[in-house]
């Protein structure tokens, strides 16, 4: 009998010590951009980028960049919440944007550049919270028009796409500073006091 306990106590042992995941799906311009910044958050396990908010069922770059599938560029984070809750992503994730734009972000223009937090039913009330508390701190310089819409199908980014800051270092820091990404973060987020 217990070497039958020992056994079951060895398959089940996985999956007790497995670890519990979430994940949240964020746009903000450039997937480029966003997959890079929430990199290596505390707590985040993957940054995989990606189309979401459209119709078209498996978007392509191209039509998207074109502005023909009605999908935003999209970040799918998966995160651990016993290390960062969905809360604390949030607030992570919005001084990463510039909330006040409502035409695209930095240099990338049109509805696929647009941030919007994209949520499940469960996620929906703390977002919309993150939201007014980012409104109430007054940290912005402009009016908050990031929408909070519900999460459909996520369609992961071609290969090519895929931890491209990484992959082309070079490359994705002449973007980033080309479209002056950080100089307009600074300008529109105010200091934290």
Known sequence: MRFLLAILALILAPAAFAQKTE??????????????????LPGVISVESGYTGGAERHPKYKDVARQQTGHYE????????????????????????????????????????????????????????????????????????????????????????RNFAKRNADYYAAYRRGCQRDVILRQVWKPVS
């Open 23 to 40: 994940q949240a799906v964020f746009a903000g311009g450039c997937f480029w951009c966003m997959e890079s910044d929430m990199q290596g």
């Open 74 to 161: 999209s970040v799918r984070v998966t995160f651990d919440p016993a290390k960062m809750t969905y809360e604390q992503l949030l607030t992570r994730f919005w001084p990463l944007i510039d909330p006040t734009d409502d035409g695209g972000q930095f240099c990338d223009r049109g509805r696929s550049y647009l941030p919007a937090i994209f949520v499940t039913p469960d996620q929906k009330a703390a977002a919309q919270a993150s939201k007014q508390k980012i409104i109430a701190s007054g940290r912005v310089n402009g009016e908050v028009k990031v929408p909070i819409l519900p999460l459909g199908e996520f369609w992961p980014a071609e290969e090519e796409h």
